[in-house]
């Protein structure tokens, strides 16, 4: 974790930002979570959660090519997973997504914009809520089951009109296994062997932001 914020401090270190480059507004959408098992019969239904904070967004083509910029979000966002509607995972995240993003002009106000990158993640919230007997029954996640810190890809398509509002799609999945301690399941081997059980946050979002 520290060699990769190192690794970001130093890159925006070296980029010479200016005011008519740098442009920002707020941004906010709904996501679409699922909690990946590496025993797939675990993983969870779709789990529905938000996201909401700033984006930047800084122009590269000085740099690259005409087209080119490099987008960041600082948000907080709320993922998850859903098991038959009796229990489901709450996951809130500080998140911070760098796209390396290229913007087509499309002529008209309208152009289309799609972007790839890392994201890192620092979960703040993390419950686990089960219904017993008609009443709701919560326990920690973080720090008990799963690790606080995420890191995944992260990718996007969208459209940008009068050179304001921005709707957008996007996925984005975990590289980390969030399990901090768990039990082992059987592989499926005639042999009886073991695998310690993983879990990866993946996650589907649509969004908007208004760029000033």
């Given at each position: 974790m520290k060699r990769i914020l190192t690794l970001l401090v130093a890159v925006i270190a070296t980029v010479n930002l200016s005011?008519?480059?740098?442009?920002?507004?707020?941004?906010?959408?709904?996501?679409?979570?699922?909690?990946?098992?590496?025993?797939k019969a675990s993983t969870s239904d779709c789990y529905i959660g938000f996201n909401a904070g700033v984006k930047a967004e800084y122009?590269?083509?000085q740099y690259i090519t005409d087209g080119f910029l490099l987008d960041?979000?600082?948000?907080?966002?709320?993922?998850?997973g859903q098991w038959a509607g009796s229990q489901h995972h709450n996951l809130g995240y500080l998140e911070l997504p760098i796209n390396l993003t290229y913007r087509y002009d499309l002529g008209g106000d309208v152009k289309l914009f799609g972007g790839l990158g890392p994201y890192l993640g620092?979960?703040?919230?993390g419950k686990h809520v089960q219904k017993v007997d008609g009443a709701k029954?919560?326990?920690?996640?973080?720090?008990e089951l799963y690790k606080r810190f995420d890191f995944g890809l992260n990718y996007n398509l969208g459209v940008e009109i009068w050179d304001n509002w921005q709707f957008f799609i996007g996925f984005?999945?975990?590289l980390l296994n969030s399990m901090k301690?768990?039990?082992d399941f059987p592989d499926g081997g005639d042999g009886?062997?073991?695998?310690?059980?993983k879990m990866r946050p993946l996650n589907f979002y649509i969004g908007t932001a208004f760029m000033f």
């Open positions: 005011a008519q480059d740098l442009r920002w507004g707020p941004t906010a959408g709904i996501n679409f979570a699922w909690a990946h098992f590496s025993n122009d590269m083509s960041a979000r600082l948000l907080y966002t709320l993922k998850g620092l979960g703040v919230l029954v919560k326990s920690d996640l973080f720090g984005e999945h975990s301690s768990g039990g009886g062997d073991y695998k310690k059980l």
